[in-house]
Nanobody, 124 residues
């Protein structure tokens, strides 16, 4: 399984960017997809996560408090894709953003996969 992320770039504060990530390979079920970010010297942190529902649960989303109301995560299940719409960007949002997915290629377990990071730069 591979995750291909795109969409990073340079934007002025207050601007918007949209990140995309597509999973490909041997995929039986995508249990969840999301985005993390990391700046030098700090731990990678969760930005947003979308968890696929099951027969007993609905889909769910989770956001870091710092991005609530500004970022929106969405999924295209047919494409095994996840998107992150980032609005009202702040300089503190600048980071390398990583796509993450939890994917099953068999009925019994799942694995975590990471895409290569995409750089987001926000000027003040």
């Amino acid at each position: 399984v591979q995750l291909q992320a795109s969409g990073g770039g340079f934007v002025q504060a207050g601007g918007s960017l949209r990140l995309s990530c597509v999973a490909s390979g041997s995929i039986l079920r995508v249990n969840g997809m999301g985005w993390y970010r990391q700046v030098p010297g700090k731990q990678r942190e969760l930005v947003a996560m979308h968890t696929t529902g099951t027969m007993l649960t609905e889909d769910s989303t989770r956001y870091a408090d710092s991005v609530k109301g500004r970022f929106t995560i969405s999924r295209d299940f047919a494409k095994n894709a996840v998107y992150l719409q980032m609005n009202s960007l702040k300089p503190e949002d600048a980071a390398v953003y990583f796509c993450h997915a939890q994917i099953s290629d068999n009925p019994w377990d799942s694995r975590h996969y990471w895409g290569r990071g995409t750089l987001v730069t926000v000027s003040s």
